[in-house]
């Protein structure tokens, strides 16, 4: 039987904020930790009622467009609270491309939230809630440094809508060592056998102290549900990307294209392109007016999502190959503002985007 890698684990559960809105609030059960339980059981049980306070059900929406025409398609992620300012960890494929986002604390409201900062490359997204709940309790971020192959790891999410689920498992191994974010942040994803599904993604992962130590992003498998083989981010990649200040996030999702693709598919000689695939709530592109995608298409065997803006330029750099962006990205990394040139139904237009409230340590608390 072939296998398949499940990069993203938020499949197309058709879940809407009215249908999470009728199920109402699924409580977790307090229960009395029995007196007759091992030590190691009772400690693991009062280690679930601890954090579970900090864990969070997230509910996407977006927008598609199939052979019916266009509509709307809802998603599902998990997601754990991280500070005082109600900032939530999840993963980025969670909420890429979402138009709105809505997030269940465990006090049963569902709350509006929008996006800070994302980075696909290591699955990390950070969320904030509009109105701010100082009583909302949040987790302590760990050391990922200090795991070790075979300890234990908990994972608490929503697989398949089943909020607070928790499952325990081992660390089985640490992978991706040879990607670097921005040239120099290491990502790492911690491997565990620890049950995740669908709907954990951005889900927390504690150690025995309580502490998140990772956070969910993918599984692989062959009959498209768990066997044994799971991933997530380990939390200090998420840390590390998340202080990094000199980062002029615009908070796009993009494919780049090479000049003869252009010519192929656009008629259009130019030296290559940015094809906008998504565009993040409340990022500064999305402020600028930049547009998404919205038509799934395959071309030369790529998967992309068309009718989207093209960025062609940054500033006087040409989006043309990856070094070009690199290069721009060097350049921005001490200014707060840039002009971006870029393509919408065959007219060229430009865009100052302002970038400066996405240049800053994120953990600093406000």
Partial sequence: MRKSIILGIVTSMTVFFGIAQEMGHIKPLQRKIPANLEATEKSVAKLYQKVLPAVVTIYTQSTIISNKGPGRRGGLGSGVLVSGDCHILTAAHVVNGSTDIMVKTQDGKLRKATVLFSEPTAD????????PDKTLYHATMGDSDNLAVGQNIYAIGSPYGMENSFSSGIISAFRGFDKIYDGSVKVEFLQTDAAI?????????????????GIASSILTVSGGFQGIGMAVTINTAKNILSFEDRPWIGIDGVLLQQEEFAKVFNRELPGGVL?????????????????????????????????????SIDDHATCHIECLQEATRQKADKNKMVIRYLREGKEYSV????????????ETE
Avoid: C, H, M
Avoid at 126 to 131: A, D, G, H, S, Y
Avoid at 198 to 212: D, I, M
Avoid at 352 to 363: P, Y
């Fill in 276 to 312: 906008v695939q998504s565009v993040a709530v409340g990022s500064p592109a999305e402020k600028a007016g930049l547009k998404a995608g919205f038509i799934n298409a395959e071309v030369a065997g790529r998967k992309l999502v068309l009718g989207g803006d093209i960025i062609i």
């Fill in 124 to 131: 990390i997204a950070l969320l904030k809630l509009e109105i």
């Fill in 197 to 213: 599904n669908s709907g954990n993604s951005g889900g927390p992962l504690f150690n025995s102290q309580g502490e998140v130590v």
């Fill in 352 to 363: 100052d985007i302002d970038v400066s409230e996405t240049r800053r340590n994120f953990l």
